[in-house]
């Protein structure tokens, strides 16, 4: 993903992000919460139901970014990886 400012976000995917928030769809709110106290109630993090454990929680989740570059925010939606560029929070 590219940001209007032509910051490439998947250029540090991998190192987190200060300003990066969760999102989840109210309507999933609730399933989201079993699914994450499900993964806290899972003590083997090695095994593969550990793993799907994760993975159906995160199917849940999309998240909101700033760019480091121009400060725009990044809204991914969950379920579909559709992103979209919002405006900086001084426009
Ligand atoms: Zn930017």
Known sequence: MI????YAYSKDWNKGFNDAYLVV???D???FIQAEI???QHHNKNSEKFVGLVAEA?????SLRKCPMCH?????LPDNDKAFVLAREDE
């Open 3 to 6: 940001c209007k400012c032509g």
């Open 25 to 27: 769809k109210d309507a």
């Open 29 to 31: 709110y609730e399933a």
């Open 38 to 40: 499900a993964i806290s």
């Open 58 to 62: 995160a199917a849940y989740t999309g």
């Open 72 to 76: 725009r925010y990044l809204l991914i």
